[in-house]
């Protein structure tokens, strides 16, 4: 009997609020502050992003100096108010980067501490959020880590409070402060266990009743993937906690008939992309080679941008058949184009690629030079091809190429410096969008005139790019962040790009139905419409905090591409289309 390896992800995992609020602002402050840029202790738990913002030359402070100068950034874990205070004197411009959730403990400490109020904290005993807190409740804070604290308790207490440090366990926490309310009738019982954690937890607990083990990504300090880790244990599976991919052990996942990968609330997107990767790659005992090689298959057209020009060939394919144009060029050129500046683009820009899809990148260098070569012969090709349909078809893919190369040449005046179109807040998502719509739809009939049919087309298949590359951005939003790309999901916030796709899905969905008037274009809009319901559906996968596998989500929505085509040609198989 085969023995196939089962892979599933958390729906929730990752950079919670707090940790994403304080690494944006780590970032910002590095590429905006003219001195030095410290932190007041590590940001957060987790190494690769520190290695990160030591390459962007932040500094971690550890004590308060006598004296200084630059910006110092509070962690995400907070610090007691006397050091806050320490660094101000010391001649420090201090940035407070401390998670919301663990400022409203810390204001509650302080707020029941004024009123008279003993503040017992359950939380572990040296952690720094713990250690900020306590400064806040002054000399009225009881650290409780451990039952044994509870019965070190002194008999009598008065008034009380019970917080929680906000990564702590829900069960432990309730059983703690069961134990102590039974002691000390009277008190007052605050859950401020962070909700961002309480959901990691009891997915964790979730994904442990599906599979044999939980792979645990995060940082070997960090406090709430300790936690993890440990309900996944109290479930009776095996946890296998992670730093990166290069820890994991694939003797021993292989033999699994099912695995979950979860992360702690300040593991990057990066770190789980490269991890439930190479888990995937991971064959199972006696698993069919089908199998293997149908992933294998799926990771070489991710990897190699062929999926994306696919996609492009598809787009044309059905804007060709609705217009009565051969296949044959119109769906190579498209496909052609697209795979080779796409390609070239990756290789020229790899930066952000490192952090949004490091093993694209690292495959895509490993044979640079076959991958440059052959998108060179593909636009050479795709010239070649739209050279024979006429002059006009060749000199519009002509320009369209030219401006592909000007696009991210440094031609704008910005201050001391020049900078690219491609720098400009929302550019990319534009200029995408309307490369691929003239590809596809304008350049195979440029030497027949111009029907309003094929111009609704243009925009309407323009339209559905525009939302795929926002979608693509949102893939890849905290590597662009990270390297100071201006992207349209960063200028305007990752909330209002969601809406807009949503708003664009519906207003294609509508337009689709609307403009199917024989009347008025003889052309079926309405097979844009399975196209808008699949945007809408995909836009609902981003919303809250889920995992973003970044492989498995690009090929949906390229998906949306083929989604068209079938739906032009089961459109003109029923006769709709002549």
């Known amino acids: 009997m085969s023995k196939t390896m089962k892979v599933y992800l958390a729906r929730i995992a990752g950079f919670c609020l707090g940790v994403k609020r304080a690494v944006d602002m780590a970032l910002f402050t590095s590429r905006e502050s003219k001195g030095q840029v410290y932190t007041f202790g590590p940001l957060i738990h987790n190494p690769s992003v520190l290695a990160l913002l030591e390459a962007r030359g932040v500094k971690v402070l550890r004590d308060v100096p006598a004296s200084g100068e630059g910006v110092v950034i509070i962690r995400a874990h907070g610090a007691p108010p006397d050091q806050k205070e320490a660094l101000v004197r010391a001649g420090f411009n201090v940035v407070d980067a401390t998670c919301p959730r663990v400022v409203k403990v810390q204001m509650l400490a302080r707020y029941y501490a004024k009123k008279g109020f003993k503040c ?152 789980i992309n490269r991890v439930a990767r190479e888990v995937e790659a991971m064959p199972g005992a006696f698993e069919p080679a089908s199998r293997r090689a149908a992933y294998g298959l799926m990771r070489f057209l991710h990897e190699s941008t062929l999926l994306t020009a696919m996609a492009g060939g598809a787009l044309a394919a059905a804007s060709a058949m609705v217009q009565g144009f051969p296949l044959i060029p119109a769906a190579p050129i498209s496909c052609l184009y697209i795979f080779a500046m796409h390609t070239l683009n990756r290789l020229i820009d790899r930066e952000a690629g490192a952090y949004n899809d490091p093993l694209r990148v690292r ?29 006009g078809p060749f000199m519009l893919l002509l320009v369209l190429t030219a401006l592909g190369a000007f696009y991210a040449a440094p031609v704008i005046p910005a201050g001391r410096k020049r900078i690219s179109l491609k720098d400009l807040p929302g550019s990319k998502a534009i200029f995408v969008s309307i ?25 309407l298949s323009g339209t559905l790019v525009y939302l795929r590359t926002v979608l693509m951005e949102l893939l890849d939003v905290q590597g662009d962040r990270i390297v100071g790309k201006e992207s349209l999901v960063i200028a305007i916030g990752e909330g209002c790009a969601l809406r807009l796709i949503r708003t664009g899905a519906v207003i294609l969905a509508l337009a689709s139905i609307s403009l199917s008037v024989p009347a008025l274009f003889p052309c079926p809009l309405f097979v844009f419409l399975p196209a808008g319901v699949w945007f809408f559906y995909l836009s609902s996968l981003f919303y809250g905090e889920r995992v973003r596998e970044n492989m498995r989500l690009e090929f949906m929505v390229e998906s949306v591409f083929f989604i068209l085509f079938v739906s032009v040609f089961i459109a003109r198989i029923s006769h709709y289309l002549f």
């Not at 904290?121 to 044994?148: T, W």
């Not at 033999?255 to 992360?263: D, L």
């Not at 060179?376 to 024979?388: D, E, H, K, R, W």
Request: aromatic letters at 8%; glycine letters at 10%; one cysteine or more.
């Open 435 to 459: 490369a691929w719509a003239a590809v596809a739809v304008l350049v195979p009939g440029l030497e027949q005139p111009l029907d309003p049919c094929r111009l609704v087309w243009f925009v």
């Open 120 to 271: 017992l904290l359950i939380g572990d005993k040296g952690h720094p959020e713990v250690a900020g807190i306590m400064g806040y409740a002054g000399e009225g804070g009881m650290l409780i880590s451990s039952e044994d604290d509870i019965n070190a308790l002194p008999a009598e207490i008065g008034r009380y409070v019970i917080l929680a440090q906000t990564t702590q366990d829900e069960e432990r926490f309730h059983e703690w402060s069961r134990l102590i309310l039974e002691r000390y009738p009277g008190g007052r019982v605050l859950n401020t266990i962070c909700d961002a954690t309480r959901r990691r937890q009891d997915e964790a607990r979730r994904l442990a009743g599906l599979v044999d083990a939980v792979i645990v990504a995060g940082g070997k300090e960090s406090a709430n993937t300790k936690r993890l880790a440990g309900i996944v244990k109290e479930c009776g599976k095996v946890a296998m906690a992670v730093e990166t991919e290069e820890d994991l052990d694939k003797a021993v996942i292989s033999n699994f008939r099912a695995v979950g990968i979860t992360a702690g609330a300040s593991t990057p997107n990066w770190i």
């Open 363 to 391: 495959f895509l260098i490993k044979h640079k030079v076959f991958f440059f070569g052959a998108s060179v012969l593909a636009l050479l090709l795709s010239l070649f091809m739209a050279f024979g349909l006429g002059s």
